[in-house]
């Protein structure tokens, strides 16, 4: 088995993006109506 070095990249994109503080909960009531059956609008 050939076992090679693998670059560390975290953080390469840091400061490239503005990631809104909201951005886990975007679209999160059409998604849970989704899966309740209701109406995703």
Same mark, same amino acid.
Not at 10 to 37: K, V
């Given at each position: 088995?050939?076992?090679?070095?693998?670059?560390? %990249?975290?953080?390469?994109?840091?400061?490239?993006?503005?990631?809104?503080?909201?951005?886990?909960?975007?679209?999160?009531? %059409?998604? %849970?109506?989704?899966?309740?059956?209701?109406?995703?609008?």
């Amino acid at each position: 088995m050939i076992e090679t070095e693998v670059p560390c %990249r975290l953080g390469f994109l840091a400061s490239q993006a503005d990631i809104p503080d909201d951005f886990d909960d975007i679209g999160a009531d %059409r998604i %849970r109506a989704l899966f309740e059956g209701g109406d995703p609008a």
